[in-house]
Nanobody, 127 residues
Framework: QVQLVESGGGLVQPGGSLRLSCAAS????????TSWVRQAPGKALEWVSA????????NYADSVKGRFTISRDNAKKTLSLQMNSLKPDDTGVYYC????????????????????WGQGTQVTVSS
């Protein structure tokens, strides 16, 4: 069965860095685009970043552009998110999500583009 397992969250001070990982299994990871989506306390889900199946295309929400970097290792079936210059507004649960169809790509995906989500990892940015 499809599994997406996030890790790497934690407590970090403003200006600090974290690297999130998402381990994928149960499907042909290299043929599916993937995204990171986050949810701040009491707020709606917010798309953060997306990467195409071969890693050649990426896109970011304006709120994280220039600070976050998405990447993937198809050989290891792993998705990553390097987060630098973290701000308190980056606090939330971060989820990785798999696009529904092979080779599907959308620079600005919506929740309807995904069919599987991980359980999430908590990121807290606070002094």
């Amino acid at each position: 069965q499809v599994q997406l397992v996030e890790s790497g969250g934690g407590l970090v001070q403003p200006g600090g860095s974290l690297r999130l990982s998402c381990a994928a299994s149960g499907f042909a990871f290299s043929t599916y685009s993937t995204s990171w989506v986050r949810q701040a306390p009491g707020k709606a889900l917010e798309w953060v970043s997306a990467i195409s199946s071969d890693g050649s295309s990426t896109n970011y929400a304006d709120s994280v552009k220039g600070r976050f970097t998405i990447s993937r290792d198809n050989a290891k079936k792993t998705l990553s998110l390097q987060m630098n210059s973290l701000k308190p507004d980056d606090t939330g649960v971060y989820y990785c999500a798999k696009f529904s169809h092979p080779r599907q790509w959308n620079r600005n995906p919506t929740h309807s583009d995904y069919d599987y989500w991980g359980q999430g990892t908590q990121v807290t940015v606070s002094s």
